[in-house]
């Protein structure tokens, strides 16, 4: 089964640390993997995408990782700023039939505290 | 430019009726796509057009349809409101869309209340 898990749900850390977000997936076949951030009231923002190629990406101070043998992604915030809590969601994408398929993540909620 | 506009942003229905959702795409984007999204199942994907014609769809029920217009504007409409309905609606334009690397652009959603 289609499935994207993140990990942890949620995370509480002091402004100017760093943290990491887990994204483990078993979609099959493997299309893209995007991350996004969503504000609290707001429609997602695309932070960073990636193929099966690509093993990192950089978006200011985000960083995204892709392990396609591991089927495991990651997402590196630095210096971490009040303005970072927000939802942030790992999307999968499979190609399939001709027809595309999106598999969601439930998010982890990220909090920055001064 | 201006963003992805939906309207309306907050609405309340009763079971049983119908609800026609908009969404305006940025210029010259061709392709809408629109989700739900809600705190048990968090994102899932409803189904996307382009050109005035759905080219993917999510495992949503027939109640759940959708068109595009000339000018790339779309309307989502959800008939028989069932409580679970109740979710944020979220639309997406990109230039291109389907699995192309286009990055879409969000709207900030339509907040259905089915009570």
């Known amino acids: 089964k289609n499935q994207v898990e993140q990990s942890p749900q949620s995370l509480i850390i002091l402004e100017g640390k760093n943290c990491t977000l887990q994204?483990?997936?078993?979609?099959?076949?493997?299309?893209?993997l995007r991350w996004y951030k969503q504000d609290t009231g707001r429609g997602p923002v695309s932070l960073t995408i990636m193929t099966f190629s690509e093993n990192t990406k950089s978006n200011g101070r985000y960083t995204a990782t892709l392990d396609a043998d591991t089927k495991q992604s990651s997402l590196h915030i630095t210096a971490s700023q009040l303005s970072d809590s927000a939802s942030y969601i790992c999307?999968?994408?499979?190609?399939?039939?001709?027809?595309?398929?999106?598999?969601f993540g439930t998010g982890t909620r990220l909090k920055v505290l001064a | 430019k201006a963003g992805v506009t939906q309207t309306p942003r907050y609405l309340i229905k009763t079971r049983g009726q119908q609800v026609t959702l908009s969404c305006s795409p940025i210029?010259?984007?061709?392709?809408v796509s629109w989700y739900q999204q809600t705190p048990g199942q968090g994102l899932q994907f409803l189904f996307e057009y382009f050109s005035e014609t759905q080219r993917n769809k999510g495992n949503f029920p027939g109640r759940f349809s959708g068109r595009q217009f000339s000018n790339s504007r779309s309307e989502m409409n959800v008939s028989t409101l069932e409580l679970g309905d109740s979710a944020l609606y979220l639309c997406?334009?990109?230039?291109?869309?389907?699995?192309?690397?286009?990055?879409?652009?969000f709207g900030p959603g339509t907040r259905l209340t089915v009570t």
């Open positions: 999307v999968v994408s499979s190609f399939t039939s001709g027809t595309y398929k999106y598999i």
């Open positions: 997406a334009s990109a230039p291109l869309g389907g699995q192309g690397l286009d990055e879409q652009y």
């Open positions: 994204c483990n997936y078993t979609v099959s076949p493997f299309s893209n």
């Open positions: 210029s010259g984007h061709r392709s």
